[in-house]
């Protein structure tokens, strides 16, 4: 069973519905016990990321995501992923999780090409790192396929956990890993036929 | 890099797919979970429904049509049509939206668009807007385009961008149907007011036309057309292919 933690931070009808297209068990969750008999765990989110940090706190998860990101395969997507990090500076500075090392900082401050905007919004390509092609998320996807992203913040200092970029005048952060926590910084339940290979490869962890 | 966004639009009443052309004299085109499949499969980027019925029923069967649309089709989709209210935005998000277009709903009260971009982010706040020239200047048009609201369009999508606003849909009347390109002197102007993505509506009539709108205008974002796509008249995927091979940047 998957679990797809539920913590009033939007739209989880596309995600559980990708993850039930791939023939899984779905459990849209914000119960400990669910996520600690699930085989994977799903952290989604859009939105500010101290309001998503706040409200998980709120449902008592955070030990029990801290706790078992070190036993089963958990993959954040979106704001999701940049809950994993240490902090963000997303209006102000927060704790995240502290999953992944790194910090979660503003889009715009960074860009080289000052005509590109933020939000970063539609289709960019994945760039998998040097050496991280045979990772297992990439099983059934390769560099140079599509992704859909939407967000102005992105994850940063955080080279040795990151397994893709896409190219926004600078490299932004795709996808990360350390250990059996992943993160996503696109939708891959919005990419199409690429995002449900990844996600039926993240399953298969 | 990003790539430029190729959108087909999808008009449903009463649980069909239908596109008038000026907006006049709607003709039935398809099933519009059929046809939303055909697109995905056929590599659209983007797909965005308009509701265009007014009753409550056309409203229930048009949400059922776009919950069945999400549960299989796993690109984004964009809803307007009828959105007035936090509720109406709540309603098609439950249903599977990732953002929600806002047009007449915000001419009738702007203060949507801070409202709903506060609670959903503003990548979820789509503004459309019906713009027509009047005496030489942009003006914005309501109901569908039958009436001249009087306010200039151009300050009309910068105001709607500042007040939370994070794409738009800039439909020109002038050009709409009548299949001679884009309508590429509005899409500058607004390009040099608003700096949010922006996705050109109204005029698309074979592959040049987009050709022309990316490689002229980088500012534009994506070119969105109904009747031509539905039609077949233009291809999704030879169009796609068609502008990677002259130099634009396409999700193949």
Same mark, same amino acid.
């Given at each position: 069973?998957?679990?797809?933690?539920?913590?009033?931070?939007?739209?989880?009808?596309?995600?559980?519905?990708?993850?039930? $297209?791939?023939?899984?068990?779905?459990?849209?969750?914000?119960?400990?016990?669910?996520?600690?008999?699930?085989?994977?765990?799903?952290?989604?989110?859009?939105?500010?990321? +101290?309001?998503?940090?706040?409200?998980?706190?709120?449902?008592?998860?955070?030990?029990?995501?801290?706790?078992?990101?070190?036993?089963?395969?958990?993959?954040?997507?979106?704001?999701?992923?940049?809950?994993?990090?240490?902090?963000?500076?997303?209006?102000?500075?927060?704790?995240?999780?502290?999953?992944?090392?790194?910090?979660?900082?503003?889009?715009?401050?960074?860009?080289?090409?000052?005509?590109?905007?933020?939000?970063?919004?539609?289709?960019?390509?994945?760039?998998?790192?040097?050496?991280?092609?045979?990772?297992?998320?990439?099983?059934?996807?390769?560099?140079?396929?599509?992704?859909?992203?939407?967000?102005?913040?992105? +994850?940063?200092?955080?080279?040795?956990?990151?397994?893709?970029?896409?190219?926004?005048?600078?490299?932004?952060?795709?996808?990360?890993?350390?250990?059996?926590?992943?993160?996503?910084?696109?939708?891959?339940?919005? $990419?199409?036929?690429?995002?449900?290979?990844?996600? &039926?490869?993240?399953?298969?962890? | 890099?990003?790539?430029?966004?190729?959108?087909?639009?999808? =008009?449903?009443?009463?649980?069909?797919?239908? &596109?008038?052309?000026?907006? +006049?004299?709607?003709? =039935?085109?398809?099933?519009?979970?059929?046809?939303?499949?055909?697109?995905?499969?056929?590599?659209?980027?983007?797909?965005?429904?308009? =509701?265009?019925?007014?009753?409550?029923?056309?409203?229930?069967?048009?949400?059922?049509?776009?919950?069945?649309?999400?549960?299989?089709?796993?690109?984004?989709?964009?809803?307007?049509?009828?959105?007035?209210?936090?509720?109406?935005?709540?309603?098609?998000? &439950?249903?599977?939206?990732?953002?929600?277009?806002?047009? $007449?709903?915000?001419?009738?009260?702007?203060?949507?668009?801070?409202?709903?971009?506060?609670?959903?982010?503003?990548?979820?706040?789509?503004?459309?807007?019906?713009?027509?020239?009047?005496?030489? &200047?942009?003006?914005?048009?309501?109901?569908?385009?039958?009436?001249?609201?009087?306010?200039?369009?151009? =300050?009309?999508?910068?105001?709607?961008?500042?007040?939370?606003?994070?794409?738009?849909?800039?439909?020109?009347?002038?050009?709409?149907?009548?299949?001679?390109?884009?309508?590429?002197?509005?899409?500058?102007?607004?390009?040099?007011?608003? +700096?949010?993505?922006?996705?050109? $509506?109204?005029?698309?009539?074979?592959?040049?036309?987009?050709?022309?709108?990316?490689?002229?205008?980088?500012?534009?974002?994506?070119?969105?057309?109904?009747?031509?796509?539905?039609?077949?008249?233009?291809?999704?995927?030879?169009?796609?292919?068609?502008?990677?091979?002259?130099?634009?940047?396409?999700?193949?």
């Amino acid at each position: 069973m998957i679990a797809i933690v539920d913590y009033g931070v939007g739209n989880l009808f596309s995600l559980t519905s990708s993850v039930q $297209s791939l023939g899984a068990e779905v459990c849209v969750t914000s119960r400990a016990g669910d996520l600690r008999a699930a085989s994977h765990i799903l952290l989604p989110g859009v939105g500010a990321f +101290a309001d998503a940090m706040a409200k998980l706190t709120a449902t008592g998860l955070v030990p029990v995501l801290k706790e078992q990101a070190q036993r089963k395969p958990l993959l954040g997507i979106c704001l999701g992923m940049q809950l994993l990090f240490a902090q963000s500076y997303e209006y102000g500075a927060h704790a995240g999780l502290g999953l992944i090392p790194g910090d979660v900082c503003p889009l715009a401050d960074d860009l080289r090409d000052p005509a590109l905007k933020v939000p970063h919004i539609g289709w960019n390509a994945l760039d998998i790192a040097p050496g991280r092609e045979t990772d297992p998320l990439f099983r059934y996807v390769h560099s140079g396929e599509y992704v859909y992203y939407v967000h102005s913040y992105y +994850a940063k200092h955080c080279a040795a956990s990151t397994l893709a970029t896409s190219d926004y005048s600078i490299p932004v952060t795709g996808a990360v890993r350390n250990g059996f926590v992943y993160g996503t910084q696109f939708h891959p339940e919005k $990419s199409g036929d690429t995002g449900l290979r990844l996600l &039926k490869a993240f399953l298969e962890l | 890099m990003i790539t430029k966004r190729i959108i087909p639009c999808l =008009d449903v009443k009463d649980g069909r797919v239908v &596109k008038g052309v000026n907006f +006049a004299g709607l003709q =039935d085109m398809a099933d519009p979970v059929e046809m939303a499949r055909y697109y995905n499969a056929a590599g659209a980027d983007e797909l965005v429904f308009y =509701d265009i019925t007014a009753s409550v029923e056309g409203r229930a069967l048009f949400t059922d049509i776009l919950r069945r649309v999400a549960s299989e089709i796993f690109i984004p989709l964009t809803v307007g049509g009828g959105i007035r209210t936090l509720e109406d935005f709540d309603r098609v998000l &439950k249903c599977g939206a990732d953002k929600v277009s806002v047009n $007449s709903g915000a001419i009738a009260n702007p203060a949507i668009i801070p409202a709903a971009a506060q609670r959903y982010g503003d990548q979820c706040v789509v503004l459309s807007a019906d713009i027509k020239r009047v005496d030489g &200047k942009f003006m914005l048009f309501a109901k569908g385009g039958r009436e001249n609201t009087g306010i200039d369009a151009l =300050d009309w999508l910068e105001q709607g961008v500042r007040n939370g606003a994070g794409e738009l849909v800039v439909n020109s009347i002038d050009t709409d149907g009548v299949k001679g390109g884009f309508d590429l002197e509005l899409l500058d102007a607004v390009a040099k007011r608003c +700096a949010v993505p922006i996705i050109a $509506s109204g005029g698309a009539g074979k592959p040049e036309d987009f050709l022309t709108l990316f490689r002229g205008y980088p500012a534009v974002d994506a070119g969105l057309a109904a009747s031509i796509f539905h039609t077949k008249q233009v291809g999704i995927r030879d169009l796609k292919r068609y502008l990677r091979q002259n130099g634009v940047e396409m999700r193949l």
